[in-house]
């Protein structure tokens, strides 16, 4: 038997951004982005017809550096999608230089939403059957972590802890997948460490602890 899949996706987006410097707080930066986004994707195989999936997104996001020392970011985005609840998400981040400027504390939060792959949904022949009664996921998420500058910044540490809620989350079920009920947490550690050990040769390394 020949089995045939493909899929197509196409996007088209546009971005555009509008940077200014004020002299208030010690001198400051600020960056603002606005951003539009179009996808379209489209999926067929030998046992099923023609699905397809199309999503307009429209994004701001502002951050601003204060004294060379303070930095922040929020964004915002929203989603309108034709199979899915249309969503809108955001996410807020911060860091803060110390009077060493070699250790920088940072942190983040967010709202995300993911929406179900077209494999997810509609398989792809042999073995794994799809689900289209699949919801998206959508979920909470922060960190807090700290990076440590060492001999003139040619070694880089980061040792970041993170929590994630996620609701109805996507997971394997035999042949299949399905959305889990209530609310799934995922938390641990993440450690990263970056070496310039020559103009030639970088070393990056990085260990991640999850407890789900």
Do not use: C
């Amino acid at each position: 038997m020949t089995f045939l899949s493909e899929n197509d996706r196409q996007e088209v987006a546009y971005q555009s951004d509008y940077r200014y410097q004020s002299s208030s707080w010690g001198g400051s930066e600020h960056v603002v982005t606005a951003l539009v986004e179009y996808r379209d994707e489209i999926a067929r195989n030998t046992f099923f017809k023609e699905n397809a999936i199309d999503n307009l997104a429209y994004a701001l996001h502002y951050s601003v550096g204060l004294a060379d020392r303070v930095f922040l970011t929020a964004g915002i985005r929203r989603d309108d999608n034709d199979m899915f609840e249309n969503a809108t998400t955001y996410r807020f981040t911060g860091a803060y230089l110390l009077d060493d400027e070699a250790t920088r504390l940072h942190a983040s939060y967010g709202k995300a939403v993911q929406n179900p792959t077209m494999t997810e949904l509609y398989g792809f022949g042999g073995d794994f059957v799809g689900n289209p009664d699949l919801r998206p996921e959508s979920g909470y998420g922060w960190d807090l972590g700290i990076e440590r500058e060492f001999w003139s910044g040619r070694v880089v540490a980061d040792v970041t802890y993170f929590d994630a809620r996620t609701e109805d989350l996507i997971a394997g079920a035999g042949a299949t997948v399905v959305n889990l009920d209530g609310t799934s947490q995922s938390r641990g550690i993440e450690w990263a460490a970056s070496a310039s050990l020559s103009a030639q040769t970088d070393v990056r390394m990085s260990y991640t602890y999850t407890d789900a």
